[in-house]
């Protein structure tokens, strides 16, 4: 009995990890459709979001029934309900890659970014998809080591979303307001990306030590 329900709780780790892998390539090829104004590739991350909803809504159910059924304490516990956050996270790293698909439909077939632009979200999403990536990889190895390095990435994504902004408040900003607001908001999804990202690696380090990453002398947020 006790066997068999170790497995589920396997199987709702290996679910999460699927789920994590599957909002990493739907980044990938929404910062592609962003990039190259690609209309087939947008409608395809618009498409498969229901996917990802379809598999957090599978793992609450099965967590909350171990939760109702197995009264799980201690490490199985910390599990169960790591699970049901980090689902949550991840369901909207899924939400921030459709915002960008949609952006570049709704553009479609202008280029939503300008030139100037490009390269910053050329970086930002390589970063995005690496991070889930490594999210993916933590997951189903429960490595806290690598759970704790994580945050250089998203400290690069942070300079990377400032710098942006010095690009778009320049007084020469050559493409008008509307692309200003896209732009910025654009940013501020794929910032959120790898914030969720991170949180998710937090919930293995929460599983495997029993505590929750704090924060530093510096005021910063540790792992």
């Not at 068999?4 to 592609?32: F, I, K, P, S, W």
């Not at 599978?58 to 699970?83: F, G, H, M, N």
């Not at 490595?143 to 942070?158: H, L, P, T, Y």
Request: proline letters at 2%; hydrophobic letters at 45%; charged letters at 30%.
């Amino acid at each position: 009995m006790r066997e068999a329900y170790h497995d589920q709780l396997g199987q709702l780790a290996n679910q999460l990890a699927d789920m994590c892998g599957m909002v990493g390539d739907a980044m990938e090829r929404a910062t592609t459709a962003l990039l190259e104004a690609d209309l087939a590739l947008a409608e395809q991350v618009i498409g498969d979001d229901a996917k990802v909803d379809d598999v957090r809504a599978s793992i609450e159910e099965q967590s909350y029934a171990l939760l109702a059924l197995q009264a799980p304490v201690a490490t199985d516990l910390r599990t169960v309900l790591a699970v049901i956050h980090a689902a949550e996270s991840v369901e909207r790293m899924g939400d921030l890659a459709l915002h960008v698909a949609k952006a570049a439909r709704r553009r479609h077939p202008q280029a939503v970014l300008g030139d100037d632009v490009k390269p910053y979200f050329a970086e930002m999403g390589r970063i995005a998809v690496e991070l889930a990536r490594e999210a993916t990889d933590i997951i189903r190895t429960q490595d806290v080591e690598r759970a704790r390095q994580i945050e250089d990435a998203d400290d690069a994504m942070d300079d990377l979303h400032r710098h942006l902004f010095t690009v778009i408040m320049d007084k020469d900003w050559p493409y008008g307001v509307a692309s200003a607001v896209d732009t910025t908001l654009l940013g501020r999804f794929y910032e959120r990306f790898a914030d969720h990202a991170v949180s998710v690696a937090k919930r293995t380090v929460f599983v495997v030590t029993g505590r929750m990453p704090g924060y530093g002398a510096d005021g910063d947020q540790e792992l």
